[in-house]
């Protein structure tokens, strides 16, 4: 209903009366007074909210609609709805010295106060890397206060091409903003626009393989396992053997181009490698342990090659003379397996033989001996042990059992079962 004086004099205490021209905003009768209140639902939380207005008739039914009109602006940009009591309030309130609070600034203090100390290097490239690209001097220059909705979708409309890679910036930038707020460095009501905009959008389509989108994960075949066990040798000998050991050991691709001699010994049972805790994928969880691999046949020669190469050093150092004090990364085994695809355009492999099978990766061969694992009848268990996969829920916690054993005895079962398979039709 419209605003009535007369019913407004009438009500009862408990009793209240709503604005049908102004959604939310209704007249709420208390004992001794009434008071204008403006109900809503968090754009943040999904739960119903109010603020209060002002007391009638102190407060008329214009004055009543126009703060209506403000707040509802506030919700509908994704703001903290504030009161006109509490916002003048702090208007008279004698206001800090500024702080840098530009975007650039809040990036910033970002990257060093919680990527540099809680991503590893490879992790803070990334994302220093993200944001150099994406954060314009125009938008660094901003104020984060003055950042609007608009601004915001701005920056990552522009990105909708890379969706993986929009969606990492609307979730780092996120951080940051929420960072900025509980620190201090930005006043608490500074909306947080990444939490709201492109919810549900950013999905990858896939990469493009031979004009069309692949989205499926890539699991070889028996036959195609065979087919890149004897295309092997057209590989440099670094890419093969990285290679070789994805499929041996199930290992990690960060784990094994980072491969230190120190970390090989023989045991009582056999050599192993064992990967620090501080080095592995799950090093954050509160129950991680190193990751202890068994060496069989290509693993094991592999490796005692390498090391009696390189030493206790890496047993992948990068191929450029003045990097090889780093090791390499998986990016660049993924290169160039990429270009040894026969979609491969690198004009360096023009003329030379290409892969027999195409649209796969190196992390499709870990996903291959671990689905080979389950084909051949190794225990579920056992098959996440192998892998370096933490045990989940109660499991995690009361089961602590390492599977030494069983890792040992069924790697030994996929290498010869790999060997059988690279020989079955050898020319």
Not at 32 to 59: E, F, H, N
Not at 80 to 88: L, Y
Not at 289 to 296: E, K, Q
């Amino acid at each position: 209903m419209t605003f009535d004086a007369r019913a407004a004099k009438l009500l009862k205490p408990g009793e209240h009366i709503t604005v049908t021209d102004s959604p939310g905003l209704r007249l709420v009768a208390g004992k001794t007074r009434r008071s204008w209140i403006y109900r809503y639902k968090s754009p943040l939380t999904g739960l119903m909210k109010q603020v209060a207005i002002g007391q009638w008739p102190a407060v008329s039914y214009a004055a009543a609609v126009a703060a209506w009109e403000v707040l509802r602006d506030q919700r509908g940009e994704g703001q903290a709805v504030v009161s006109p009591a509490k916002a003048k309030a702090k208007a008279a309130r004698p206001q800090p010295p500024s702080r840098g609070d530009t975007v650039a600034d809040i990036v910033q203090m970002y990257i060093t106060e919680h990527i540099e100390k809680r991503r590893k290097p490879k992790g803070q490239d990334e994302i220093k890397r993200l944001f150099k690209r994406h954060i314009t001097p125009k938008f660094g220059a901003l104020r984060v206060p003055e950042v609007k909705r608009a601004d915001a979708y701005d920056v990552i409309s522009v990105m909708e091409d890379t969706p993986i890679q929009a969606r990492m910036l609307k979730q780092e930038l996120g951080a940051a903003w929420d960072l900025a707020i509980d620190s201090g460095r930005v006043p608490e009501e500074t909306p947080n626009h990444w939490r709201q905009i492109f919810k549900g959008r950013l999905r990858s389509k896939g990469r493009v393989r031979l004009g069309k989108y692949v989205t499926a994960k890539r699991v070889l075949s028996d036959e195609e396992v065979g087919q890149v066990l004897r295309w092997m040798p057209n590989f440099s000998r670094q890419v093969a053997d990285v290679l070789q050991l994805y499929l041996w050991t199930a290992m990690r691709g960060s784990e094994i181009c980072s491969l230190r001699g120190e970390w090989v010994a023989e045991e009582a049972d056999g050599w192993w490698v064992t990967v620090p805790v501080e080095m592995i994928k799950i090093e954050g969880h509160d129950a991680a342990y190193d990751h202890r691999v068994p060496l069989i046949g290509r693993a094991l020669e592999i490796v005692l090659r390498r090391k009696a190469e390189k030493g206790d050093g890496w047993l992948f150092p990068r191929v450029r003379k003045v990097e090889r004090h780093l090791p390499t990364n998986q990016k660049s085994i993924a290169t160039q397996v990429w270009s040894k695809q026969p979609y491969g355009n690198n004009p360096s492999e023009k003329g030379r033989a290409k892969l027999p099978v195409s649209e796969w990766a190196p992390h499709d061969l870990r996903r291959t001996t671990r689905t080979q694992l389950s084909k051949l009848g190794c225990p579920r268990d056992v098959a996440e042990a192998v892998i370096g996969h933490m045990p989940t829920g109660i499991v995690g916690v009361y089961d602590r059992h390492t599977y030494d054993k069983e890792r040992r005895e069924w790697l030994a079962i996929i290498s010869s079962h790999y060997e059988a398979l690279a020989a079955s039709a050898a020319p």
